[in-house]
């Protein structure tokens, strides 16, 4: 079901429509006018995050911003998650005549832009905000992608735990995306009303994604913010040229100091080179 509704935003008006169907992987507000670009945000984030970076790039684009099924107020669909929304997305872009369009996403929503991307050339470029095309690889040592299972130990033991539990698990994980505490809180906050079966195998499904070697594919500008902490630059740097060492060419920029949410950490920074890469 679409419903079409006016806001004010700043000082011009935009428009906004969401898609919520309970078969819908996501819903989606259009906000500005422009050449399109599609946000996609990171796991159990809502487009929420996106707030201060649409009220920048609305002035020139047109904005599709994205909350994906199982997260904030958007119903839960059924598994497998994370191909359901990569396929409707698919033709989400086709329906609106978006071929053209830039694609920025942030951590998951980052992998899923470049998984998009290996399949489909007609993009007009990529920025990937803190996002790896393994992040299996990047948790697990000798990682393999069929190990990612939804029947397993680990998620048994989320879906089973209680709300106090949980709570603090999330606090602890949310404690380590971002420099200040109330960023922390609205992190926190993302995870612990997620669904909780979406936030355990959609989790999987994240895990499971291994693009390191379709990343030649790729054949569109790609530019990619990274943060440096918890491990340092250098480490942030090996892992990077690591993971993206088949992706044909690339523009890599850290974040220093910053955080996974690197549009709370270093706002500044992070508009300054989302506006270069776009203008670039």
Sequence with gaps: MRTIKLLVFALFFISSFSITAQDNPFKVEVIGKGEPILLFPGFACTGDVWEATVAELSK??????????GFGDVPAIEKPWLPKIKDELVKYISSNKLDNAVLLGHSLGGALALWMATENSAFKELIIID???STGALMMPNFKSEYMVY?????????????KDFESMVSQMASGMALDASNQEIIKDWMIKADRETYVYGYTDLLK????????????PVTILAATEPYGIEMAKTTYNSQYKTLKEYNLEFAMGSSHFIMFDQPDWFIENVLKALED
Aim: glycine share 2%; with cysteine; hydrophobic share 40%.
């Design 131 to 133: 996002a790896l095309p």
């Design 209 to 220: 994604l291994d693009l390191r070697n379709v990343l030649s594919k790729i054949d569109i």
């Design 60 to 69: 020139d684009y047109e904005c599709h911003v994205f909350t994906f099924a």
């Design 151 to 163: 029947d397993s130990p680990y998620n048994k033991k989320v879906l089973g735990m209680n709300d």
